[in-house]
């Protein structure tokens, strides 16, 4: 699901850093990388040939195979080790927004829940379509968690409903408004062919069909969250979601994301009287 704090680390003062630069391989400023691919040919030199003239085209010269693997009687994996000749400016690189919204304890998510919603914010969480890789869902809603922190699980003001592997929209749509759930989460590992976008775009469609008189998440609809390796190509808008994670995510960025999303009157430094 996208990590967030890793933006402080990019602000290194700028005196502390050269404008340009360029990558490396075996020693700083030598430019070379290595990139791995395959192609639909059979494993042998004509296929390294292939492999190299495709690594001149994409600017490494000079450029060796290191590593090529037949995959079936028709099919090649390589790696190739090369030079490029291209500069990066790296001054010229606007330092990405942080969160927008502030990182909670475990104590300040319920003690949010708590005093603002009166009840327990129930969450659903699923793997849709043809999607059998439970990881990434697992790793935010079971209480073992992830990097060292627990799943949502954890926290006794949330109710967690996690529905596994390969669930369909239509089953995701009928249990989030048979639990009244307060967020659905959807985990998308399998990429192929942007099944991760085809899926969660249908998702999307048809929660705001179910909910056509909701005016926003947490106004008539759930929360909407995407999550998965591969969502950096696309925006919320153009998914139809409410929010995407990417790799890394945590558990507590989740957690800290939903009461900034659903209760957006309470915050840690100026919480309701009652709290």
Known sequence: MRPQDSATTDRTAPQDLP?????YGDTTGDAMVQLSFS???PAGKRAELAALQLAG?????PASVVHSKPMGPNFTFFIVYGKVNHLIDYAGIEVPEGREYPLLS????DLAIRTVLNRRMVVVGACIGTDAHTVGIDAILNVKGFAGEK???YHREIQVINMGAQVTVEELVERAKAENAD???VSQVVTQKNA???NTKQMAAAFHAAYPTAVGPGMGRPLLIAGGPRFDTVTEQELGVDRIFGKGTTPREVASYLVHALLPSWTPENPPENA
């Open 196 to 198: 991760h976008i085809h």
């Open 19 to 23: 404008s340009i630069i360029r990558p």
């Open 57 to 61: 085209k994409m600017g490494l010269d």
């Open 183 to 185: 967020a659905v989460l």
């Open 151 to 153: 799943g949502l699980e």
């Open 106 to 109: 475990a104590k300040e998510i």
């Open 39 to 41: 192609l639909p040919v």
